[in-house]
Structures are given as structure tokens and as C-alpha cells.
């Protein structure tokens, strides 16, 4: 029976709670939270005892622990997984500072540790299917959109807090191009911000538009947007073209492959992070840090990306990485 800790007590953090308890192997340990009442609340529903820190909650001794907290929290539950060499399944971003998630990421080499990062989209079976429809074709171009509206999250909008959409939301479709075409070379990007009125302490652009030079000659252009009103309006969506092929990946839902002579739809049948979850828990029962699609060292790669559109805006020049 493997034991499992959580730090955050919030939405996601039950989301991942439900499939530990409804798992056969699993129980849930405890959890954490700055909030108490929230942790109150969460170990009435999953049971478990609550701790007051990250660093009693490894001394709880958890086989492993689930880390859902807002962007600009990490640091010490990190540190206290590392201490205690407690593998751990964490939300993204994994961090702000770049550096001291590369300090992390460099222990967890050192430690051999399993670990994941949720970059769930990775694991749904019609975005294996585009690595498969990739690996016959030579990508030129690639357009992603991730267009909505405002999170309720209090911190969401004071990119501080939270990074900004490209940090905190988009970073899943700046994951899957940077897993798709490999690593990146150079960042160009522009913002607005024309909705936020006076007074507002939002300090999150209302609209992000990034262009991605890959190394591998692909150029990826990643539209986001949080000033929509009408959720109908909105889209996420990526569009990969090929001389012989057009790929449309539809998030949660499907990919289309359109070529001269056909129109293929694949939908999507597996439940994604199901799966993400039950390779975490193998992983950490075989002591296997490849065991799962997305290590600690990978999300790291990904928030250089993101933090390297943040500074393309800031600076208003193209910036190139590595950082």
C-alpha cells in the first residue's frame, strides 16, 4: 500500500485525491496547506491527518507526495522531498526561479528520484498519435491558441504570482511543441493590454503572442488571450503544418490529419491523466525515474521556454536560449 501526501488542499488537489482513493494500492497519508481549513476539510473527505508544513509531512513518511500549489509557493515542499528522498508527482509550472528549479532538477538527478510533472496533455492518446503522424513528415509551421477568459484564482492575475498565461496556463501547449520539435533557439514576442481598467491591481497582459525559432527549422507562433468574456468564443487549439499534411489537435477531444487525398479523425479514447497517474505509481514502486513522460528535468525545459517569452515582452527583443 503505497502512502501519499499532498501539499494544497484545493480543486486540483482533490482531483488527484479521488484517484488515490478510489486506487486499490493507494491511501491518502495527509495533507498540508497554509489554509487549515482547507486541509480540515480535505482530510475529512480523503482521510489522513493534516500537517502544518511540508517538512512534518515527510516526517509523516509518505512513499510519495503530490504537489499542487499556486506557482509562486515552491521552494520549501521541494526542498523538504529532497531531504527526505521522497519521490514526487508536482504540478505545473514547477517553479518561477529558473534557478533554483535547476538546482532541484540537478538533486533529483544526483538522488536518482522519481518524479513527474502533470503535463497531462502528453499523455492523451491522440497526442501520441502526432508524434506518430510527425515522425513520416517534416513540420514548417505551427499555430496554438489558448484564447478565454480571466481564472478566479486571486492570485492569477498578478503575474508576480502566477507568471503570467504563458507561465502558468499556455505552458501546456509551449510543453507539447517543445516535446514535439525539440529544443528552442530564439523567442520573439508582443503583448496588450487594453481591458484592464484603472485602479486594477491585474498586472497579467490581456493578450500574449510568442513566435518560437526551434533548432530542428520549426517555427511555432502561441497566440493566448484572458480578456473573453463569452466562453463560447473561446479556443485551444494547435495546428502543425506539414508540405503533405495538416494536423489539428483538438485539446480533450480529437486530431484531424488532413493530406490530398484524405481526412482522418482520430477521437480521443483514454483518459489521460489516469494514465499519468498509474506510470507515476509504477515508477516510484520500481524505483524507475524514466518511467514516466514527463521527469522533473523536462518541466524545468518548459518553464525556460515560458520564462523566456516573459522576457521577450519585457525587453521587447528577441531572446535566445538557453537562458
Avoid at 540537478?106 to 497526442?127: M, S
Avoid at 513528415?137 to 489558448?146: E, V
Wanted: net charge neutral; charged share 20%.
Amino acid at each position: 500500500m503505497l502512502r501519499i501526501g499532498f501539499v494544497g488542499a484545493g480543486s486540483r488537489a482533490k482531483r488527484h485525491a479521488r484517484r488515490v482513493a478510489a486506487h486499490p494500492d493507494c491511501a491518502v497519508l495527509g495533507v498540508c496547506d497554509v489554509d487549515s481549513g482547507a486541509a480540515t476539510a480535505f482530510t475529512a473527505e480523503f482521510g489522513g491527518r493534516t500537517f502544518t508544513t511540508p517538512f512534518e509531512l515527510v516526517e509523516g513518511g509518505p512513499d510519495a507526495v503530490i504537489i499542487v500549489v499556486p506557482p509562486f509557493a515552491h521552494g520549501d515542499v521541494e526542498a523538504a522531498c529532497l531531504r527526505a528522498n521522497v519521490p514526487f508527482l508536482i504540478e505545473k509550472p514547477v517553479d518561477l526561479d529558473l534557478n533554483r528549479a535547476r538546482n532541484v532538477s540537478a538533486q533529483v538527478r544526483a538522488q536518482g528520484l522519481v518524479t513527474a510533472v502533470a503535463y497531462q496533455h502528453r499523455y492523451y492518446d491522440v497526442v501520441r498519435r502526432v508524434g506518430e503522424e510527425l515522425a513520416q513528415r517534416r513540420a514548417g509551421l505551427a499555430f496554438a491558441y489558448w484564447m478565454g477568459g480571466l481564472p478566479k484564482s486571486s492570485w492569477w492575475g498578478r503575474k508576480e504570482m502566477s507568471g503570467g498565461q504563458a507561465v502558468e496556463q499556455t505552458t501546456h501547449w509551449f510543453d507539447l511543441l517543445r516535446w514535439w520539435f525539440g529544443p528552442a533557439q530564439t523567442v520573439y514576442a508582443g503583448s496588450v493590454t487594453r481591458w484592464i481598467p484603472p485602479g486594477d491591481p491585474r498586472t497579467v497582459e490581456d493578450a500574449t503572442c510568442a513566435t518560437i525559432a526551434f533548432r530542428s527549422g520549426v517555427l511555432a507562433v502561441v497566440a493566448s488571450a484572458c480578456f473573453l468574456q463569452v466562453r463560447e468564443n473561446g479556443v485551444e487549439r494547435i495546428e502543425i503544418f506539414c508540405p503533405d499534411a495538416t494536423l489539428r489537435y483538438e485539446p480533450n477531444q480529437s486530431l484531424t490529419v488532413a493530406t490530398s487525398d484524405a481526412l482522418r479523425t482520430y477521437k480521443r479514447q483514454n483518459d489521460n491523466e489516469n494514465e499519468m497517474f498509474t506510470d507515476f505509481l509504477a515508477a516510484v514502486q520500481k524505483g524507475n525515474p524514466d518511467g514516466v513522460l514527463c521527469p522533473y528535468e523536462q518541466g524545468v525545459e518548459s518553464l525556460e521556454l515560458t520564462l523566456a517569452v516573459n522576457r521577450a515582452l519585457e525587453r521587447g527583443t528577441p531572446v535566445n536560449l538557453p537562458l
